[in-house]
DNA sequence: GAAAAAGTGGCGAAAAGTGGGGAAAAGTGG
DNA sequence: CCACTTTTCCCCACTTTTCGCCACTTTTTC
């Protein structure tokens, strides 16, 4: 299970440093891709490929469906580890996520987000007033 | 699986690279053809024959499916990768697109579509903003 | 406090993308 | 049917980007 925070540096080639702790599991291939809230999901090949069949399956007469498709696919970008615990993040996902100096990474259970340091921090502190009322909103869904 | 976003140039012959990512899986013949949106659509002799089949089988008595028909196959043309990795795209097609300088490359896990660059630019954006309401659109279905 | 591991930076080789020239093929007109 | 024009396509060369590798710094662990 993919648990903690982590806060790494970018490099000038958008390369960044996965937590020494996550690498066991994520040998081989994996998928960045858009997340929520303007982060970045990174997926193993086994919890991407159930999301991706789902959306080959839906009609190409839909013009919902063909957008959806291209939002998820078009964003997503296959990355590999290198022999220092690295991957690259490609430049358009940076964009995406407000990335420029440094990153938050974090574990998430089944998958891990990375975000702006600057971006987290700022979610992290209003999540943290606010813990009691986001559950209460959910109460009797957990 | 195909994946990400690419731009490449046209040059004065029509010819576009293939992201080399895509390359080993596109050896030999291919079918490039109108698409929705105005886009082009690029497939593999595999992921093209289930969309002929499918063609083929709407009823003749119906208009629409007539001019369905006619539209994607007489607008399909099949190419060629060349040696340093490129497609020629035929004039009718680039018009069709609104093709001049700068394409965009998607990757759409089965298949692979080509944008005029600045069109791409505008559905990607608009798509971005608009996620969470395609996606509610589909409720139930992915 | 020393040794090991984790994180960071940068250089050089290799690959990807781009452009253009020339031969072959296709099309056109006499 | 031949000669000419135009288009296509194959190949070479250059530029830019990517990626693997090595080395250094910092943090952790024993």
Redesign the interface.
């Known amino acids: 299970m993919f648990l903690g925070r982590f806060e790494h540096s970018v490099d000038s080639k958008g390369r960044v440093a996965v937590p020494a702790r996550f690498r066991d599991r994520l040998s081989g291939e994996l998928?960045v891709t858009?997340g929520n809230d303007r982060c970045l999901y990174l997926f193993t090949q086994a919890s991407w490929e159930p999301l991706?069949a789902?959306?080959?399956?839906?009609p190409?007469g839909?013009?919902?469906?063909?957008?959806?498709?291209?939002?998820v696919?078009?964003?997503?970008?296959?990355v590999e580890i290198d022999k220092q615990g690295r991957v690259v993040l490609?430049d358009?996902l940076r964009q995406?996520a407000g990335i420029t100096g440094n990153v938050a990474i974090i574990g998430l259970g089944d998958y891990i987000e990375i975000w702006d340091q600057e971006s987290w921090q700022t979610l992290d502190s209003n999540i943290e007033q606010n813990v009691d009322v986001i559950s209460s909103h959910l109460a009797g869904q957990y």
Do not use: G, M, Q, V
């Open positions: 998928i858009r991706a789902k959306l080959n399956a839906l190409t839909d013009a919902d469906a063909r957008n959806l498709r291209r939002a696919f078009s964003a997503a970008e296959p490609p358009h995406y």
